[in-house]
């Protein structure tokens, strides 16, 4: 059983604010860093839970595509494919201001060059799982690849699904698709509501519920935890109550423990109470891929308490 990431693995420069300038203003930065993100962080959160994870995405020549090989290398993780020799791994601006919100600019790189070819001879088998990002599907050349693929897909592997958010931007028919092929689909509220029309994140976990053909849907609230649609049940998974540093990768690092849970054969609740702590305890450190290894978020799971509801 594996992991295999579809998605595209970038570089981050994320710099601290005290908050958002004014549209044509200017703010100084207090503290600046970089380091690998994207897909990046929900493969190093699957895998230091122990799940076998492949990067089976674009990546480039250059600074930044040999640091975000290094980095992957360094969690374990195998990367399919060789160097595009043409260009760089693009990267993505993170503005985190002083309560802690992440606001993206995102300039594409070598990971957005994805063809057919890059996938033809890759064969997931019965008990593999799939990730897919939204963000791919903005991509012309890694969409034509990805709509061509997924449907040769064994109806036995797993696929799960973020559609990332900037869902609206997704072509209709490319949404469709992976909409019809998902086992799961996993969003934040916000992301919810831009694809359902409705703000209540148990409602639009419904709605999204409704329009996949054969999954499940997870709908993330933050601190309060998720919804969880499964089974033609809805059930609120509560979070936990810790002190935010950095809200950046929190996501991420729920979906990769969650599909990490699920690898491990773990009841989809069971995967997603634990998602929801590993997403707690990865927002009290400040950076992108901060999600626990399993040791530390089994301990964290011994003594912690459910955020109030």
């Not at 092929?181 to 409602?203: F, K, M, Q, V």
């Not at 540093?245 to 997603?272: C, E, I, Q, S, W």
Request: charged share 20%.
């Amino acid at each position: 059983m594996r992991l295999l990431h579809l998605g595209n693995v970038m570089m981050d420069l994320v710099l601290a604010v005290p908050a958002l300038p004014e549209r044509g203003g200017d703010v100084l930065a207090t503290d600046t860093r970089s380091a690998p993100g994207g897909g990046f962080n929900v493969m190093t959160a699957a895998a230091r839970q122990g799940l076998p994870v492949t990067y089976a995405g674009a990546h480039g020549s250059g600074p930044f595509g040999d640091r975000a090989r290094a980095a992957l290398r360094d969690e374990g993780i195998d990367v399919l494919l060789a160097p595009r020799t043409e260009r760089d791994t693009g990267f993505v601006v993170c503005l985190v201001d002083a309560e802690g919100e992440r606001t993206f600019v995102t300039s594409p790189g070598a990971e957005a060059t994805l063809t057919l070819d890059d996938l033809i001879e890759l064969w997931p088998t019965a008990g593999d799982l799939v990730y897919l990002s939204g963000y791919s599907l903005l991509y012309e050349a890694n969409r034509a690849a990805l709509t061509a693929w997924v449907p040769r897909l064994d109806p036995a592997v797993t696929v799960i699904v973020d559609p990332g958010p900037l869902v609206r931007d997704i072509p209709s028919d490319a949404l469709e698709l992976l909409m019809a092929r998902a086992d799961w689909w996993s969003c934040n509220a916000r992301e919810a509501a831009l694809l359902t029309g409705i703000d209540d994140p148990s409602a639009a976990a419904h709605a999204v519920r409704s329009r996949l053909k054969r999954g499940s849907a997870l709908v993330r609230t933050g601190s309060d935890g998720c919804f969880l649609h499964h089974g033609g049940t809805l059930d609120a998974i509560p979070g936990f109550a810790v002190r935010a540093v950095d809200l950046n990768g929190a996501g991420d690092a729920h979906t990769g423990v969650f599909m990490a849970g699920l690898a491990r054969g773990l009841a989809p609740a069971a995967a997603a109470r634990r998602a929801n702590a590993a997403a707690a305890l990865a927002v009290t450190e400040s950076g992108p891929a901060t999600a626990p290894g399993a040791d530390a978020l089994d301990a964290f799971l011994r003594q912690a308490r459910p955020a109030p509801g």
